[in-house]
Structure formats: C-alpha cells, structure tokens
C-alpha cells in the first residue's frame, strides 16, 4: 500500500495539492476520476503472457486474467507468478466455446473443470468467470451461480483480436471511460494480435493516470451482491417451541466477506410470547449464495388465528440489502385441525389408566 501511495505523495508534493497543510495523509489525488479494471482475456499463453507480466510489473499495475483452464493447465507456473505479482485470475471456461450453444452439462464441465484447473495451480478457486465472445443467457449465469462464479463481462472492448494498430488499441480503450464509474477494459494476451496489445499497454496505462484513474483488480470494483427473503409462513406446532430457519439469499455468490444485521420485530406476534428475540449480525462468506439464522418460535396451548412478525435488515457491510423487512406468519393450522377435528371425530380413547 505504502509503495502505491508514495508517488502520489510525490505528486501532493511537487503539484502543491490542494489538501490542507494539517492533513497527515495526503489524499490519494490518483484516484480523482474513477477506477479502471485492464483485464487481459484468452491466455495464459507461453510466450505473449511472460512479456506481459513484465510490462504490468514495470508500471506497478494489477490487472485481471480471465484464462482458458486448458492453458492453466498447461502453464500452472504463470498463473503463479500472475499471483505473486498482485493480479486476479478469474475462469473464461476450458476451450472457449459458445456457451449458450451448449447443453447445461457441458456449460458445468467448461466452467468447473477450469476452476479445478485454477485452483490446482494457484490454491484458489476464481470468484468470476466470462463467458467466452459475452455469450451468454439467464442459463449460464445460472450454472454460474451454482458453481460460486459471478458473470463479468466489460464495458470497454478495445477489439485488440481484429488486427489494429497500437495507437487504435490505445485509443479505443481511452474512448469509452466513464468518469467515477466502474471501467472495465477489455483486451487479450493470446491471439494472434496480441503483440500490439502487449505495446499499447504501458501507454493506456501512462494515460489513464495522468487522467486520475486507478487501476484495481476487478473482483474489488464488483458491484456489491444484493441479499434478500421472501415473505414466510412457519407454524407454531404444538410443542411448547421450535427453531425454524429462515434462509436469506444472495443475487449470485457474495464477492467478499460482509455481513448485516437482523432484528425480529413484533407485529400481533409478541417477542418474548410467540417467539425469541433476535438481534444480531448474520455474516455471508466469500463465495457463498445464502446465509441462515434460526428462528425459535413458541407454541401455544389454544388455537390462535395466525400472528405475524417482521425481521428487519440493516446495516449492510461488504453487501447490499434488498428486503428491508421480511414478514414472517406464525400460523397455527396444526392446532386448529385438531381443534376442528376435536368437534366434528367421535374421540376414541384407550382404555383409561388412572395414575394415583
Ligand atoms: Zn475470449
């Protein structure tokens, strides 16, 4: 961290920033305009990805690799070094095919055989993956989510594949930034141009600075995961209590560690007489699409009509929330059969047996 903020020290200095003299920490001015996420598709490839690593490291930049998981395989030592040098490296499925042409099983085997692939090389399975040519439909984000892979496509496409030029390359990666938005950069380090990708690199990068864009890893620019519930219904049951889950989802696997905060709250269901109180906070774990609390609610000895309470969500880290409120009813259908059945079924009973 230190070393990425002392050119901007620098620069505070010799620009004379604007930040007050009493600031400790100078603000980091190279993050005024937004963040770029340079992400590097199709590879690793023997000969382009080496060179490339090299110019990355020389301009202190991180990037992202979306790579062929037979190419991991093949070359496990560069996704390493792609690691030890501060890059992300996400699933672009094992040979690249059109995946909605595919049947759901064979979308499964392209993403998850590279995920094995990743993870028998660099110790981690990737949180993301990009459906080869952004081929895509709500089927494949599905199997994504299955897997824990988010789908990440881009918003810049240089066309670095169809043969242009350094300065073209450069130029449509430069053309379509988004001031304090979230830029994803699309380029290539293993197809047949990539020479001249590889040469417009260090220049997009100089540009992109002198702009005031940072460049980040994609998976921390991801837009934060949503979680929600639906409305439920549980039953009392004739127990004097039971726990019933409530399960909260997330919109596809949370990209880091957050957490929120739940309170039950009373509705004609009464905390402390119809259910335990509950206020705490429910963590959700990289990679995991739901999370879980445990409801105990108390059973009560006459029929009742059904109560409700409402589970309210709130302070949000790491995550986004998307109910507020959840509206949980405590039916009591159990008890009002055998109410009902109490009145209209001649009651059999055995043999009575007198306890002294
Ligand atoms: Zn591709």
Known sequence: MLRRLLPAIVAGIVLGSAAPASALIPPDTRCRTGTVALTFDDGPSKEQTPRLLKILRANDAQATFFVQGRFAKKYPEILRQMVRDGHAVENHSWNHPELTTRSDRSVERQLESTQTAIEKAIGRKPGLFRPPYGDTDAGVRAIGKRL????????????????????????????????????????????????????????????????????????????????????????????????????????????????????????????????????????????QTTAEIRLRIYGDPKPNQAKTLSLRLDQPRGLRIGTRSVAVTIADDAQWEAAVRALIEPVVRPAATLTP
């Not at 934060?224 to 989802?249: H, M, Q, W």
Request: hydrophobic letters at 35%.
């Open 148 to 287: 824990e892979l988010r789908q990440q496509l881009w918003t810049i496409d240089t066309r670095d594949w169809s043969g242009l030029s350094k300065s073209k390359i450069r130029a449509a990666a430069l053309r379509g930034l988004r001031p304090h938005r979230s830029n994803v950069i699309l380029m290539h380090d293993n197809v047949g141009n990539s020479p001249a990708t590889l040469k417009a690199v260090p220049s997009i990068i100089k540009r992109l600075r002198r702009q005031g864009y940072c460049l980040a890893p994609l998976e921390s620019m991801m837009p934060l995961g949503t979680v929600s519930a639906p409305s439920r219904t549980v039953e009392a049951g004739d127990k004097p209590s039971r726990l019933v889950k409530i399960t909260f989802e997330m919109d596809g696997p949370a990209q880091r560690n957050g957490s929120f905060r739940v309170r039950a709250v009373s509705g004609s269901a009464q905390e402390g007489i119809d259910f335990r109180a509950v206020d705490r906070r429910v963590a959700v774990h990289r990679g």
